[in-house]
């Protein structure tokens, strides 16, 4: 069964780059398979600890609006 995901163009280029004459599939499971993590192929920890803390931060302020809204 395969699944679609969206990923950016950063990253495709990445893993395209990457893969060879292997399925993109491939290329993942291997990173997971070695110890790695989603995030060193996905283009994750681009941001310093202080500003993926900031945005964190207003991504759930930002939910907590839009949950108030709706049961408002």
Same mark, same amino acid.
């Given at each position: 069964m395969s699944k679609n995901i969206a990923i950016s163009d950063e990253?495709?280029?990445?893993l395209k780059r990457e893969k060879g004459d292997r399925s993109f599939s491939e290329v993942i499971e291997a990173h997971l398979e070695? @110890?790695?993590k989603l995030a060193d192929v996905s283009g994750?920890?681009?941001f310093d600890a202080d500003t993926a803390a900031a945005v964190k931060d207003?991504? @759930?302020a930002l939910s907590e609006g839009?949950?108030?809204?709706l049961d408002g």
């Open positions: 990253v495709y280029r990445r070695s @110890g790695g994750q920890q681009i207003d991504i @759930g839009t949950i108030e809204r």
